[in-house]
């Protein structure tokens, strides 16, 4: 039995020890925002917070999160109104498939909580763990930068 | 950046770069992709596939895994009703004859590469159904193999398949190419290599399928080709209207989704156990299992003139089909016909030729065969350059094939090949030179220009439909079954229904993708479906508007030339208006009709003979030209790229925001290609099945894509738009390796162009 609190509302869940915290998110709590591109931790597409902090949810197991807060691409947004990172993805279109997205948007939101404004090459830095395979990035370095306030240079 | 036309309509909407209607649900992460779709009482199912290469199956025993907990069902060739799927070309309801390609749905009694499909298991979990994919009792005897193209041309080889290993080939000749090189003042060689490369989307191959309540076989998957519904009813056999298929929006396609992947499987699994099942394929899977991009062995021989202008070319072109033919012969078709380029070939042989291997299987992916030629015929023409100390800019202006020339193929240029504008401008778009940040960093310039075809090849009578209706609130439906792979493919058709209806687009909703409730489109590969789709729903749209405005036109009593249709009304000249919903009620009560279903059939042709070289081929063209800045450091060989532009010739941007998009994702898949993508297979063994090992680029990898949409208004595409989806991946590799031989004097012919691969040209590396 673990403990877990997800955007906001806590759980109490009997999860194999072997369940990754991702499975857990996805079929067992019915949240598929966070999704499976690699199964290794590299491709970012299954990113969420734990405690604050970015990590992939594929390589970290469910128990890992017993006790903590894990927040979700679908707890980003307060009710109606997304958050401010969503909005600069979707004004600077730093989408195609959007399967990405969801990873990209929680890693950018992590990226302006540690560092509010990043320089291009921080920002590409910080996000070389998710990886897009349409946008060639342009666009999301663009939203990223939109979203903390800077028009790009 | 879109250059102005001049046109004779104004547009409101079709030209803006307007938010896409799937934006919010992306951000938001509200979208339903096929892998986050379940129905009650589900089950899993996972495949079981060969570890060998090429190996005989000498025992196949599934009893004991069909007895193993949670298991539903346990599948083999015996079990599938028709266990051989033929297909000519996805999609089409013509045929093609003897390129229809053949694939077992289940290994019978012999697999022919690593990870070829033996055996189906679903069960309650999946970890019960992978669980019993173990225990699946197989004995394989390993049979002799072919790994490259030469080995398997070599006679004695052994056979990949009883047909013989050389699945297709094609010729043309034209001109008099000894007469040609005699005259010629230098005459450049080349042999280049390609390797195998994954689509890599970030979504893996998945669906779920679940019997209907009427019976019908129903597939909601992630596919580019709604129409393999009828490949499902073949292999099941059962009638096609029984089966139906839903696509879901694409999460990546890039060609990799264009052959079938779990719907047939989906299919028999759902059939056999009338329950919901659910697959989805592991990246593991999806890097081992899925077709590749043909590795390519080019050799060019061309000569030039003094002047630049080339006057002979000798082209060979070798590709690896891997185990099955899939669409291998249409891939090597677009090589012979792009292998000299968007430039005037008077004199020019191609002698073209794919191979089957007991490697992965390759076929359609971004750029279809007019990709691997470019890195072949653009180092060529930088060589000629160089060779005669002409700009790299003017030799291409030399050569580019102007309106009413003939490519090699005999077909006509009949619209404008923008070659020269593009590469002055992308060479421009580099500016300043940067200055070398260290003594050993060398930095250099490179050129690549191209052409890719967009829509079907001419003899297939390609078409596309879509159906557009009004609600009685005025509100618009747009139907149609073209899959969305997230170029914005469906939000395209949207703004060409606002444009020509007048309705604001949040009064529009638009359903793609569902064989059984849209009509049907084709596919959405060869860079067709705005071209194809956006042309259906404009004729649609148009023709609709025709009928709604003659009503109009009676009530306003004046002519319906006159009327114009903007934001849900109709407008005449003398500022009247009358709103949408008064017209709709009175269409009803006319009787007249407040929808139409618009059928666009593509410019077709007659089959043409390559090897007797005459006729046209493709309906048209999109040309392109990269520039390059890289940096290379003489002491490790890495090498950077500093500065990007890209410029293509679209025609018209329906959506600028969509049509830079494309060209800045494309264009670092090729850099990707150029750079450091890799499928390493060594005696048919997949070394690279994890992203860990197998390296797309990063957003710390690739330089600004400086995206340069030029506006011809010349395509054949609504609008006189072009196709954009595949045209920017093809340049990068080329203009990469011409940047490293003007920073360094080292030529590369080989991709990926690694440090090591550079280190090596460099002497830096002697063993």
């Known amino acids: 039995m673990i403990r877990l609190t997800v955007n906001g509302q806590a759980h109490e869940l009997d999860v194999p020890s072997y369940r990754t915290l991702l499975d857990c998110l996805r079929y067992d709590l019915g949240l598929t925002g966070s999704k499976e591109g690699c199964g290794v931790g590299v491709c970012g597409a299954c990113t969420v917070l734990l405690d604050g902090k970015m990590i992939s949810s594929c390589i970290a197991l469910a128990v890992f999160a017993d006790g903590r807060e894990v927040t979700t691409v679908e707890g980003l947004a307060e009710d109606e109104r997304l958050h401010p990172v969503q909005q600069a993805f979707m004004d600077a279109g730093g989408f195609q498939c959007g399967i990405c997205t ?31 395979r349409c946008t060639g990035y342009y666009k999301i370095v663009e939203s990223i930068q939109a979203a903390a306030g800077q028009a790009r240079a | 950046m879109a250059d102005a036309v001049a046109t004779t309509q104004e547009l409101r909407i079709v030209g803006q770069p307007i938010q896409r209607h799937d934006a919010r649900d992306k951000v938001a992460a509200a979208m339903a992709y096929a892998g986050d779709f379940a129905l009650p009482g589900m089950l899993h199912a996972f495949v079981l596939r060969s570890p060998y290469p090429s190996a005989r199956i000498v025992k196949l025993d599934t009893q004991r895994a069909a007895a193993m907990p949670g298991v539903a069902v346990v599948l083999t060739a015996r079990d599938v009703p028709k266990n051989t799927l033929s297909t000519d070309v996805p999609g089409q309801t013509t045929t093609v004859g003897p390129l229809r390609a053949t694939l077992h749905v289940l290994a019978e009694d012999r697999v022919r590469h690593q990870g070829e499909p033996v055996a189906l298991i679903a069960a309650e979990t999946l970890e019960q159904a992978r669980a019993a994919t173990e225990a699946v009792d197989v004995e394989y005897a390993p049979l002799p193999s072919v790994f490259t193209t030469a080995d398997a041309l070599a006679p004695g080889a052994p056979a990949v398949h009883e047909s013989g290993n050389l699945l297709a080939q094609w010729r043309i000749a034209r001109g008099d190419v000894a007469a040609g090189f005699a005259r010629a003042a230098v005459v450049v060689e080349g042999e280049y290599v390609t390797q195998f490369v994954d689509a890599a989307y970030l979504e893996p191959e998945s669906g779920v399928a679940w019997i209907d309540s009427d019976g019908v076989i129903t597939i909601r998957l992630s596919t580019q080709v709604i129409e393999h519904f009828r490949d499902v009813a073949e292999v099941l056999n059962v009638p096609q209207n029984r089966v139906r298929v839903i696509g879901t929006y694409l999460g990546g396609g890039f060609g990799g989704k264009e052959d079938v992947t779990v ?366 800045e890289v940096e290379v450091d003489t002491e490790t060989g890495e090498v950077r790229v500093l500065k990007y532009a890209a410029a293509h010739d679209v025609g018209r941007a329906i959506n600028p925001q969509s049509v830079e998009g494309q060209i800045q994702g494309g264009a670092v898949q090729g850099l990707g290609y150029g750079l450091m993508e890799d499928v390493v297979v060594e005696d048919g063994i997949n070394l690279t099945t994890s992203f860990a090992t197998y390296l797309i680029p990063t957003a710390a990898d690739v330089p600004d894509v400086e995206a340069i949409v030029v506006e011809s208004g010349e395509g054949l595409g609504p609008f006189n738009a072009r196709g954009i989806g595949e045209p920017p991946i093809g340049p990068p590799a080329a203009a990469v390796a011409n940047a490293i031989e003007d920073a360094t004097g080292a030529r590369m012919t080989r991709l990926p162009i690694t440090a090591e691969r550079v280190a090596r040209a460099l002497g830096l590396v002697t063993e």
């Not at chain 2, 989906?266 to 593991?284: D, E, F, H, I």
């Not at chain 2, 778009?429 to 829509?455: D, E, F, I, S």
């Open chain 1, 102 to 132: 969801p990873g990209q948007v929680v890693a950018a939101k992590a990226l302006l909580d540690a560092i509010p404004h990043p320089s291009e090459a921080e920002i590409k830095e910080w996000m070389l763990g998710n990886l897009c």
């Open chain 2, 263 to 628: 719907e047939v499987y989906l299919g028999l699994l759902a059939l056999k156990t009338g329950r919901p099942v659910k697959m989805v394929w592991t990246r593991q899977e999806s890097l081992l299992a899925r077709a590749k991009r043909h590795p390519y062995r080019l050799k060019y021989r061309t000569g030039a003139l003094a002047t630049g202008e080339i006057v002979a070319q000798e082209i060979d072109l070798l590709a690896d089909s891997g185990a099955y033919a899939y669409l291998s012969a249409l891939v090597l078709l677009y090589s012979t016909v792009t292998a000299a380029g968007p430039y005037r070939a008077p004199n020019v042989s191609v002698v073209a030729r794919v191979a089957y291997t007991n490697n992965p299987p390759t076929s359609a992916m971004r750029g279809f065969g007019a990709m691997q030629t470019v890195f072949g015929y653009e180092s060529q023409m930088d060589r000629v350059a160089r060779a005669l100390g002409i700009d790299p800019v003017r030799v291409r202006a030399v050569n580019t094939l102007r309106r009413g020339d003939s490519l090699p193929v005999g077909q006509v240029m009949e619209t404008h090949v923008a070659i020269p504008e593009l590469a002055r401008r992308a060479w421009a778009a580099l500016g300043t030179p940067a200055a070398p940040r260290a003594p050993h960093v060398k930095v250099g310039r490179g050129l690549a220009c191209n052409l890719q075809p967009y829509g079907r090849i001419v003899w297939l009578h390609d078409w596309s439909s879509a159906w557009i209706g009004f609600e009685m609130d005025g509100s618009l439906v747009v139907r149609c079954g073209a899959p969305d792979v997230g170029g914005g493919q469906a939000s395209s058709l949207c703004q060409i229904a606002s444009e020509v209806l007048g309705v604001p687009l949040d009064r529009i909703v638009v359903h793609v993708s569902d064989s059984a409730l849209t009509p049907l489109s084709g596919t959405t590969t060869a860079s067709r479906q705005l071209y194809m789709s956006g042309n259906a729903v404009l004729k649609a749209a148009r023709e609709l508007r025709a009928q709604l405005l003659t009503v109009a036109a009676r009530l306003l009593d004046t002519d319906a030339e006159k009327l114009e249709m903007i934001d849900g009304a109709v407008h005449a000249p003398d500022a009247r208006t009358l709103s949408l919903r008064s017209l709709l009620v009175e269409c009803a009560r006319a009787s007249v009709p407040r929808s139409h279903l618009g059928v666009y059939h593509a410019p077709a042709g007659e089959p043409v003979d390559l090897n007797a070289g005459a006729g046209k081929v493709f309906p048209d063209y999109t040309f392109g030209a990269h520039a390059a």
